[in-house]
T-cell receptor, first 112, second 109 residues
Framework: QKEVEQNSGPLSVPEGAIASLNCTYS??????FFWYRQYSGKSPELIMF????GDKEDGRFTAQLNKASQYVSLLIRDSQPSDSATYLC???FGGGGNKLTFGTGTQLKVEL | NAGVTQTPKFQVLKTGQSMTLQCAQD?????MYWYRQDPGMGLRLIYY???????DKGEVPNGYNVSRLNKREFSLRLESAAPSQTSVYFC????????FGPGTRLLVL
Protein backbone atom coordinates (compact mmCIF):
# COMPACT_ATOMS: atom_id res chain seq x y z
CA GLN A 1 0.00 0.00 0.00
CA LYS A 2 1.34 3.37 -0.98
CA GLU A 3 1.94 5.69 1.94
CA VAL A 4 0.81 8.84 0.13
CA GLU A 5 -1.98 8.69 -2.42
CA GLN A 6 -2.84 11.30 -5.01
CA ASN A 7 -5.09 11.13 -8.03
CA SER A 8 -2.79 11.46 -11.02
CA GLY A 9 -5.32 13.50 -12.99
CA PRO A 10 -5.31 15.44 -15.12
CA LEU A 11 -7.61 17.73 -13.21
CA SER A 12 -9.00 20.33 -15.56
CA VAL A 13 -10.54 23.57 -14.26
CA PRO A 14 -11.54 26.75 -16.07
CA GLU A 15 -9.61 29.93 -15.50
CA GLY A 16 -10.86 31.76 -12.42
CA ALA A 17 -12.28 28.65 -10.76
CA ILE A 18 -11.14 26.96 -7.56
CA ALA A 19 -8.88 23.96 -8.03
CA SER A 20 -9.02 21.36 -5.27
CA LEU A 21 -6.15 18.90 -4.97
CA ASN A 22 -6.33 16.06 -2.49
CA CYS A 23 -3.88 13.75 -0.79
CA THR A 24 -4.47 10.89 1.61
CA TYR A 25 -1.89 9.14 3.74
CA SER A 26 -1.68 5.96 5.73
CA UNK A 27 0.63 6.66 8.64
CA UNK A 28 -1.02 8.36 11.61
CA UNK A 29 2.42 9.31 12.88
CA UNK A 30 2.82 11.82 10.08
CA UNK A 31 3.25 15.27 11.51
CA UNK A 32 4.25 17.71 8.78
CA PHE A 33 2.74 18.10 5.34
CA PHE A 34 4.04 19.89 2.29
CA TRP A 35 2.76 20.88 -1.13
CA TYR A 36 5.16 21.26 -4.03
CA ARG A 37 4.49 22.50 -7.54
CA GLN A 38 6.48 21.10 -10.44
CA TYR A 39 6.38 22.55 -13.92
CA SER A 40 7.27 20.25 -16.77
CA GLY A 41 11.03 19.89 -17.03
CA LYS A 42 11.66 21.79 -13.79
CA SER A 43 12.38 20.85 -10.19
CA PRO A 44 9.74 20.76 -7.44
CA GLU A 45 9.09 24.11 -5.80
CA LEU A 46 7.71 24.41 -2.28
CA ILE A 47 4.31 26.13 -2.13
CA MET A 48 3.12 25.57 1.41
CA PHE A 49 3.54 23.47 4.51
CA UNK A 50 1.10 22.76 7.31
CA UNK A 51 1.54 21.14 10.68
CA UNK A 52 -1.75 21.67 12.52
CA UNK A 53 -5.29 20.61 11.82
CA GLY A 54 -7.35 23.20 10.03
CA ASP A 55 -6.63 25.67 7.26
CA LYS A 56 -3.56 27.67 6.37
CA GLU A 57 -3.83 30.42 3.78
CA ASP A 58 -1.12 32.04 1.70
CA GLY A 59 -2.36 34.30 -1.05
CA ARG A 60 -4.46 32.27 -3.49
CA PHE A 61 -3.42 29.02 -1.86
CA THR A 62 -5.06 27.31 1.12
CA ALA A 63 -3.81 24.09 2.65
CA GLN A 64 -6.26 22.04 4.69
CA LEU A 65 -5.25 19.29 7.09
CA ASN A 66 -7.47 16.73 8.77
CA LYS A 67 -5.35 14.31 10.76
CA ALA A 68 -8.32 12.28 12.00
CA SER A 69 -9.37 11.51 8.43
CA GLN A 70 -5.75 11.40 7.21
CA TYR A 71 -6.03 13.78 4.33
CA VAL A 72 -4.49 17.04 3.28
CA SER A 73 -5.81 19.29 0.54
CA LEU A 74 -4.61 22.25 -1.47
CA LEU A 75 -7.10 24.77 -2.77
CA ILE A 76 -6.08 27.23 -5.46
CA ARG A 77 -8.48 30.15 -5.81
CA ASP A 78 -8.84 32.18 -9.00
CA SER A 79 -6.89 29.56 -10.94
CA GLN A 80 -4.65 30.90 -13.69
CA PRO A 81 -3.13 29.16 -16.72
CA SER A 82 0.24 29.63 -15.01
CA ASP A 83 -0.98 27.30 -12.26
CA SER A 84 -0.96 24.43 -14.75
CA ALA A 85 1.61 22.03 -13.32
CA THR A 86 1.95 18.83 -11.32
CA TYR A 87 1.31 19.21 -7.60
CA LEU A 88 3.15 16.90 -5.24
CA CYS A 89 2.02 16.14 -1.73
CA UNK A 90 4.69 15.16 0.79
CA UNK A 91 4.73 14.27 4.43
CA UNK A 92 7.26 13.87 7.19
CA PHE A 93 6.86 11.20 9.80
CA GLY A 94 7.14 12.19 13.40
CA GLY A 95 9.66 10.90 15.89
CA GLY A 96 12.62 12.73 14.42
CA GLY A 97 12.20 11.30 10.92
CA ASN A 98 14.39 12.84 8.28
CA LYS A 99 12.79 11.72 5.05
CA LEU A 100 9.89 13.24 3.19
CA THR A 101 7.55 10.76 1.55
CA PHE A 102 6.11 12.01 -1.72
CA GLY A 103 2.97 11.19 -3.59
CA THR A 104 3.20 10.71 -7.34
CA GLY A 105 1.49 14.02 -7.98
CA THR A 106 -1.68 15.40 -9.55
CA GLN A 107 -1.50 17.14 -12.90
CA LEU A 108 -3.56 20.34 -12.97
CA LYS A 109 -4.64 21.99 -16.20
CA VAL A 110 -6.21 25.44 -16.06
CA GLU A 111 -8.08 26.11 -19.26
CA LEU A 112 -8.78 29.49 -20.82
CA ASN B 1 22.05 32.72 -2.01
CA ALA B 2 22.21 30.18 -4.82
CA GLY B 3 20.19 27.64 -2.82
CA VAL B 4 20.85 24.12 -4.11
CA THR B 5 23.07 23.75 -7.16
CA GLN B 6 23.75 20.65 -9.24
CA THR B 7 26.26 19.80 -11.92
CA PRO B 8 26.12 18.77 -14.66
CA LYS B 9 22.71 19.71 -16.07
CA PHE B 10 22.82 17.08 -18.80
CA GLN B 11 24.94 14.00 -19.33
CA VAL B 12 25.04 11.15 -21.81
CA LEU B 13 26.88 8.00 -20.78
CA LYS B 14 27.56 4.67 -22.36
CA THR B 15 26.70 1.51 -20.46
CA GLY B 16 29.47 0.70 -18.01
CA GLN B 17 30.86 4.22 -17.74
CA SER B 18 31.08 5.92 -14.37
CA MET B 19 30.28 9.44 -13.31
CA THR B 20 29.69 11.61 -10.28
CA LEU B 21 26.82 14.03 -9.88
CA GLN B 22 27.69 17.00 -7.74
CA CYS B 23 25.38 18.86 -5.38
CA ALA B 24 26.02 21.83 -3.11
CA GLN B 25 23.83 23.98 -0.87
CA ASP B 26 24.53 27.30 0.78
CA UNK B 27 21.62 27.34 3.25
CA UNK B 28 23.54 25.66 6.09
CA UNK B 29 21.09 22.75 6.06
CA UNK B 30 21.98 19.59 7.92
CA UNK B 31 20.11 17.10 5.74
CA MET B 32 20.70 16.41 2.05
CA TYR B 33 19.02 14.00 -0.35
CA TRP B 34 19.33 12.41 -3.76
CA TYR B 35 16.18 11.45 -5.70
CA ARG B 36 15.48 10.11 -9.11
CA GLN B 37 12.29 10.90 -10.99
CA ASP B 38 10.91 8.71 -13.73
CA PRO B 39 7.62 9.09 -15.61
CA GLY B 40 4.75 7.64 -13.58
CA MET B 41 7.03 6.73 -10.67
CA GLY B 42 7.21 9.99 -8.81
CA LEU B 43 10.23 10.97 -6.74
CA ARG B 44 12.17 8.03 -5.35
CA LEU B 45 14.79 8.50 -2.69
CA ILE B 46 18.17 7.02 -3.54
CA TYR B 47 20.31 8.05 -0.56
CA TYR B 48 20.22 10.71 2.09
CA UNK B 49 22.48 12.27 4.67
CA UNK B 50 20.89 13.42 7.88
CA UNK B 51 24.00 15.30 8.90
CA UNK B 52 27.63 15.72 7.94
CA UNK B 53 29.41 12.41 8.27
CA UNK B 54 26.34 10.17 7.93
CA UNK B 55 24.66 8.59 4.94
CA ASP B 56 21.74 6.17 4.67
CA LYS B 57 20.07 4.19 1.94
CA GLY B 58 16.74 5.25 0.60
CA GLU B 59 14.21 3.39 -1.49
CA VAL B 60 16.38 2.64 -4.57
CA PRO B 61 20.09 2.64 -3.60
CA ASN B 62 21.34 -0.21 -5.80
CA GLY B 63 23.91 0.90 -8.36
CA TYR B 64 24.71 4.15 -6.55
CA ASN B 65 27.11 5.42 -3.93
CA VAL B 66 27.20 8.75 -2.13
CA SER B 67 29.66 10.93 -0.29
CA ARG B 68 28.84 13.70 2.14
CA LEU B 69 32.03 15.65 1.57
CA ASN B 70 31.21 18.39 4.07
CA LYS B 71 28.10 20.17 5.26
CA ARG B 72 27.63 21.88 1.89
CA GLU B 73 28.33 19.08 -0.57
CA PHE B 74 26.70 15.72 -1.26
CA SER B 75 27.75 13.76 -4.33
CA LEU B 76 26.15 10.78 -6.07
CA ARG B 77 28.30 8.29 -7.96
CA LEU B 78 27.32 5.77 -10.59
CA GLU B 79 30.15 3.24 -10.75
CA SER B 80 28.94 1.34 -13.81
CA ALA B 81 26.02 3.05 -15.50
CA ALA B 82 23.13 0.99 -16.84
CA PRO B 83 20.28 2.03 -19.17
CA SER B 84 17.88 1.58 -16.22
CA GLN B 85 19.61 4.55 -14.59
CA THR B 86 18.41 6.88 -17.31
CA SER B 87 16.44 9.40 -15.30
CA VAL B 88 16.27 12.91 -13.91
CA TYR B 89 18.22 13.23 -10.69
CA PHE B 90 17.37 15.82 -8.08
CA CYS B 91 19.40 16.83 -5.07
CA UNK B 92 17.65 18.47 -2.14
CA UNK B 93 18.50 19.90 1.23
CA UNK B 94 16.36 20.40 4.30
CA UNK B 95 16.24 22.05 7.65
CA UNK B 96 12.55 22.60 8.41
CA UNK B 97 11.53 22.73 4.77
CA UNK B 98 13.07 20.98 1.81
CA UNK B 99 14.43 22.67 -1.29
CA PHE B 100 15.42 21.06 -4.56
CA GLY B 101 18.19 21.71 -7.00
CA PRO B 102 17.49 22.19 -10.73
CA GLY B 103 18.16 18.55 -11.60
CA THR B 104 20.52 16.53 -13.79
CA ARG B 105 19.15 14.78 -16.85
CA LEU B 106 21.07 11.57 -17.44
CA LEU B 107 20.82 9.34 -20.49
CA VAL B 108 22.59 5.99 -20.44
CA LEU B 109 22.93 4.36 -23.84
Amino acid sequence: QKEVEQNSGPLSVPEGAIASLNCTYSDRGSQSFFWYRQYSGKSPELIMFIYSNGDKEDGRFTAQLNKASQYVSLLIRDSQPSDSATYLCALLFGGGGNKLTFGTGTQLKVEL
Amino acid sequence: NAGVTQTPKFQVLKTGQSMTLQCAQDMNHNSMYWYRQDPGMGLRLIYYSASEGTTDKGEVPNGYNVSRLNKREFSLRLESAAPSQTSVYFCASRQETQYFGPGTRLLVL
